[in-house]
C-alpha cells in the first residue's frame, strides 16, 4: 500500500493524500485560497449618440466612449501632473477585464461589425503619459436592427491588466447609409 502525503504551509489548503482520499483541514490557520472579485460601473455614456470611427486598423484616435477622438485622451485611469482621465478610478491597478454595454441603432443597411479595442498606458511620476499599447480587441457581428451589444475585454480572465490609464475606442469595418449609431454606453470594471 503506498502512502502518498503533501504538505503545503499556511495559509493555504494542507492537501494528505492517503489511499486516494483526500483530506484538506480548513481552519482559520489554513484557509481555502479564495480569489476576491467585485465588479463595478466605471463609466456611463447617455448624451447624444455618435458613430463609430470608419477603419480597417485599429488606431487610438477611433471614436473613444465619449464620441471623442483625441488620442491623448483617456478615458479610465488615474490623474497624475497635467495628465487626467474622463473617469478617475484610484485603484485602476486592480482592473482584471472590462465589460461594455452599448445600444446600436439600426435602420436600412447599418449592418457592419463594430469592433471595440481597449487600449492601455502607463504615466510617468510627473504625469508624462507612454504611447498607448493595444491590450484586447472584441467585434459583435452587423445587424439590422436596434440591438445592443456586448463587449468582454480581454475575453479570458487573467491577472491584473496594470496600466494606469484606459481608453475604450469603436470602429466600423465598412461605410454604410445610414451608418450605425451607439448610445447608453455602460462600461464594467471587473477587479480583483
Same mark, same amino acid.
Given at each position: 500500500m503506498n502512502i502518498?502525503?503533501?504538505?503545503i504551509p499556511a495559509p493555504y489548503i494542507h492537501p494528505v493524500f492517503t489511499d486516494g482520499s483526500i483530506d484538506t483541514p480548513v481552519s482559520i490557520d489554513a484557509p481555502f485560497p479564495v480569489i476576491v472579485r467585485d465588479a463595478r460601473s466605471v463609466a456611463a455614456n447617455n448624451t447624444a449618440p455618435f458613430v463609430?470611427?470608419?477603419g480597417l486598423m485599429n488606431i487610438p484616435n477611433h471614436t473613444d466612449i465619449f464620441g471623442n477622438t483625441d488620442s491623448s485622451r483617456a478615458n479610465i485611469g488615474i490623474a497624475v501632473g497635467n495628465t487626467s482621465a474622463d473617469v478617475v478610478v484610484p485603484d485602476v491597478w486592480r482592473i482584471r477585464r472590462f465589460i461594455i454595454l452599448c445600444n446600436r441603432s /439600426?435602420? /436600412?443597411?447599418?449592418?457592419v461589425n463594430i469592433h471595440c479595442v481597449l487600449w492601455g498606458r502607463l504615466l510617468a511620476?510627473? /504625469?508624462?503619459p507612454t504611447v498607448w499599447r493595444q491590450v484586447a480587441t472584441a467585434a459583435? /457581428?452587423?445587424s439590422i436592427e436596434e440591438i445592443p451589444l456586448r463587449f468582454v475585454l480581454p475575453s479570458s480572465l487573467t491577472g491584473a491588466l496594470g496600466y494606469d490609464q484606459y481608453?475604450?475606442?469603436?470602429?466600423?469595418?465598412?461605410?454604410?447609409?445610414?451608418?450605425?449609431?451607439?448610445?447608453?454606453?455602460?462600461?464594467?470594471?471587473e477587479l480583483g
Open positions: 502518498h502525503k503533501l504538505h463609430p470611427a470608419l /439600426g435602420s /436600412g443597411t447599418t449592418n511620476p510627473n /504625469g508624462t459583435e /457581428g452587423g481608453r475604450i475606442t469603436f470602429r466600423r469595418e465598412q461605410n454604410s447609409d445610414p451608418a450605425p449609431e451607439l448610445s447608453l454606453v455602460r462600461v464594467y470594471a
